[in-house]
Nanobody
Framework: QVQLVESGGGLVQPGGSLRLSCAAS????????MGWYRQVPGDQRGLVAFVSSGGSTGYADSTEGRFTISRDNDKNTVYLQMSSLKPEDTAVYYC????????????WGQGTQVTVSS
């Protein structure tokens, strides 16, 4: 059983920065591919960034160059450092973890609100 808990969201001005954190329970965090997704009302949930167990990263076109995903396996935590934030970044941000062990397992956090506004 794995639980994911996001934190670090809040209100920030355009051009500002935030760092989101996702703390995971469980014994096998290091083998998960971890991702950040975001969702606004009426839209589907979309990928923001991911980091694999081997450290490979990927980003959505709208965020690459402004956002950085990283992980600390000793702390069972994945981070999303966000800079140069825009109003269109406003969304609920969700942490996701998945791994394969004969079948695919997937876990979601409850989300944290990010609001970019003057």
């Amino acid at each position: 059983q794995v639980q994911l808990v996001e934190s670090g969201g809040g209100l920030v001005q355009p051009g500002g920065s935030l760092r989101l954190s996702c703390a995971a329970s469980g014994r096998t965090f290091s083998i998960y591919t971890m991702g950040w997704y975001r969702q606004v009302p009426g839209d589907q949930r979309g990928l923001v960034a991911f980091v694999s167990s081997g450290g490979s990263t990927g980003y959505a076109d709208s965020t690459e160059g402004r956002f950085t995903i990283s992980r600390d396996n000793d702390k069972n935590t994945v981070y999303l450092q966000m800079s140069s934030l825009k109003p269109e970044d406003t969304a609920v941000y969700y942490c996701n973890g998945r791994y394969y062990n004969g079948t695919w397992y997937e876990y979601w956090g409850q989300g944290t609100q990010v609001t970019v506004s003057s």
